[in-house]
């Protein structure tokens, strides 16, 4: 008999001859088949196995090739920087040992490592900003052992997108994806070059989409953004790196992580870190539109929501700032703007993208209702014609928010202060969790002597903690000046202490 055959014999099955249980269940779990297989052949569930096992290698052999190593040579005062300001979010421990293995931190230029994507075949690739800028030199290495000089085409700060160039034709290239219609829980494939690994290949998954207040500090004042959440496993050195579909196609750029082993990985969506990779090709940076509003979630502010009728969703105008593209509009504050041509927006993230696609210099329709001061919200049109986004000196901004009836100190410092939310903080390019912005210095003032300037932000007073202007008022009644007041400060992305006397006689 034949295996693969089945005949009964004295109350026992038998496969070929040989001799089973009765007991189908007790096999089944024995042998982790189904009893009726065949021996020598898999089961179904095995042969799906293989059939993914064969994809995931499948992915890596295609993709690979399309992924570069990125070698920089950083000038020696970037390499030394303390590790909370790396861009990647891992522990202060594993950047120490990073450091020491790699020889970063000492006073000469030091060699960085990233991974890259080709995204063109005449050689242009696609990395993170952080990998390559800045950079003394940079070098790339493919697969197949080729090594190229590299220039920077462009970066795009914000997004932390980078394109770098190659001399060199008809390389192999990596497809994209429409990162928005990537689904949580699809399969994610990470490839790129942790720890000088290189060409490391990790499985997991799509955990999470549009993550937003990922980055926090000063650096969450200037960036977009709109992560993909993986578990595919990410070190230092896959940044840059590309993160797959099944089918070999980039959803996302690795950026960064949270933690050593959490499993908590984030990358640039596909879908922007193209938009923004086309730009830089073509015009060596990525210029963005801007309104000119700071603004707040509907849904983050419960009881103005409360108040209001006939809206529940969409974003509060907070402020206009002077100069912007929406001073020469009608929008007006407590606006709520609840779509951008047609494209319902529900927070400052999705405002945000559905600004960052338009066309400078041409007008865009906002749906927004306006509130009564009894609350009924009457829907209106409102065309604002955008302009590029150019950051505004701080002292010049910081005016724009002063009023000298409110929050002015008492006590002889000489400075006027203004709650410090996370849309100002974005505008100033500082820190959003804590402090008070500086709008006002008076003139022959302790303050004024020492250099402070509107725009500064206080983070304590006598070290005594500051998280709003309340808390100022409270710290500087007990202030002497005479002795003597400390603040610490922060002047854009520089902290400094200042000690504020009054002027000796």
Known sequence: MQPGTYRTEKGRWTVGGARILRSLPALASLVCVPAFVAAGEPSPGLRLARQLNDAFSEVAEKVSPAVVVIDVIQPAETTSRPEEERFDAVPPELWRYYREQSGQGSAEPTRGEGSGVIIREDGYILTNGHVVDPADSIQVRLKDGRVFKAKVRGVDPQSDVAVIKIEAKGLPIAAFADSSKTKVGEFAIAIGAPFDLDYTVTIGHVSAKGRSNVIRGREAARM???????????????????????????????????????????????????????????????????????????????????????VDQGVVVEDILPGGPAASSDL????????????????????????????????????????DPKGNCKPVRIQVRLSEWVQPPPATLATHFFNPATERDPSGLGVTVHVLTPEVARLFGTEATNGVLIVGVEKGTAAARQGIQPGDIITSVDKRPIMSPKEFRDAIKSADLKKGVTLNLLSGEKARVEILKEKAN
Not at 233 to 248: F, H, R
Not at 343 to 367: D, M
């Open 224 to 310: 977009d953004q709109d992560y993909l959440q993986t578990d595919a496993l990410i070190n230092p050195g896959n940044s840059g790196g590309p993160l797959l579909n099944i089918d070999g196609q980039i959803i996302g750029i690795n950026t960064m992580i949270r933690g050593l082993h959490t499993g908590i990985g984030f990358a640039i969506p596909s879908s922007l870190a193209r938009e923004v990779s086309d730009k830089l090709i073509a015009e060596g940076k990525f210029a963005r539109p801007w309104l000119g509003i700071t603004i707040r979630a509907l849904r983050d502010n419960p009881a103005v929501r409360a108040s209001l009728k006939g």
């Open 332 to 371: 007006a504050q407590s606006d709520i703007i609840a779509a951008v041509d047609g494209q319902a927006v529900s927070n400052a993230e999705e405002l945000r993208a559905e600004i960052r696609h338009k066309t400078i210099g041409r007008p865009v329709t906002l749906e927004v209702y306006r509130p």
